[in-house]
């Protein structure tokens, strides 16, 4: 094998950080700094580069964001740490009781973050030293499938942190809701089966063996807990969330600090009336104390939290 000199290692490096940078402006930040034509020429480049020195390919080329393998299956994965489920609640009052049962429990009042829910399919992503190791599926909360291959091809997770830490975090893998109308008209055309939600087409591409699949898909994320958080400092929720920014992660910028019920409450009506405009599906909203030792304090029933609530909207009146 033909092996590169010192300058088409340093232009493979070179390609690769700006090819990094631009996709994480365009896919985590959706604010892209240059046309995709000057991507896509750089691209091209990098491609030629590790076609000719194979030794050249990283694993957080953007190359590898294309898939290419078939999996036999998928393992079993333990979370260390069980993805809990959360206490639905369905009007004022009972967000009411809530906040009545978080102050009692707690001898003051408290702030809450308001987040939206996203209708989408809960992942944890592990990283060791910076590097993506692990994605898995929430499965039951304590058992999941393991789908890091799939994961890798989602252009929104990072493959390698802005620091090399390790740690563990959990949010939703979601498909817009302008890629599941393409996807559906494509299907139609093929006569296949169309998928009936976004929801189900993102947990339908997931769960496919062939990586090739999953990665012509256009799924996103946000994530929202940091659940082992390595040398991460946050003693709340809403800080936690410019954590995740900070790391190269993808969050939802709508999230708010509620110091009162009623504001929460002028969130849940705000963003059921914005819910049809936003370009991905939501379920409704989800509510948490937002202090981390008050979150301790208050702790968990056997299955959520007693410190979280996801308020969820009335069923959307079917299109007329
Ligand atoms: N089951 C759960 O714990 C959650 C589910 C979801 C969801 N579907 N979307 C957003 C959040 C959030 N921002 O916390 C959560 S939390």
């Not at 620091?163 to 996807?183: D, T």
């Not at 049809?276 to 379920?283: G, N």
């Not at 937002?290 to 056997?302: K, R």
Request: glycine share 6%; net charge negative.
């Amino acid at each position: 094998m033909a092996v590169p000199s010192t300058e088409v290692q340093q232009r493979a490096e070179e390609l690769r950080t700006t090819l990094n940078q631009y996709a994480y402006e365009y896919y985590v930040k959706d604010q892209p700094s240059v046309e995709d034509y000057v991507y896509d020429r750089l691209y091209k480049e990098l491609v030629q580069l590790e076609t000719d020195y194979p030794q050249l390919v990283t694993e957080d080329s953007p190359t590898q964001r294309v898939g290419g393998i078939v999996l036999p299956g998928f393992e079993k994965v333990i979370h260390d740490i069980p993805l809990y489920s959360l206490n639905d609640v369905f009007d004022k009052e009972e967000i009411i009781a809530f906040d009545a049962r978080v102050q009692k429990a707690l001898g003051r009042a408290v702030d809450y973050v308001c987040e939206l829910k996203i209708d989408g399919l809960s992942i944890s992503l592990k990283y060791e030293n910076g590097r993506f190791v692990r994605g898995a599926t929430r499965g039951d909360g304590t058992v999941g499938e393991n789908i890091t291959e799939n994961l890798k091809t989602v252009k929104s997770i990072p493959l390698k942190l802005k620091e090399p830490v390790s740690l563990e975090v959990r949010g939703e893998c979601y498909m817009p809701k302008a890629s599941f109308i393409r996807l559906n008209q494509v299907r139609e055309e093929e006569g296949l089966e169309v998928f009936a939600n976004p929801r189900n087409a993102a947990a339908g591409s997931l769960r496919q063996l062939d990586t090739r699949i999953a990665a012509s898909r256009n799924l996103s994320t946000f994530l929202y807990t940091l659940a082992d958080f390595g040398p991460i400092e946050a003693h709340d929720q809403f800080s936690a969330l410019d954590e995740l920014d900070s790391l190269g992660f993808r969050t939802n910028h709508e999230r708010r600090l509620c110091r009162t019920i009623d504001e929460v409450w002028a969130y849940i009506e705000e963003f059921h009336e914005k819910r049809s405009e936003l370009p991905y599906e939501i379920d409704g909203v989800v509510i948490k104390v937002n202090d981390f030792s008050d979150q301790d304090t208050l702790g968990f029933t056997v299955k959520a939290p007693r410190w979280a609530a996801a308020y969820k909207f009335p069923p959307e009146e079917a299109e007329t």
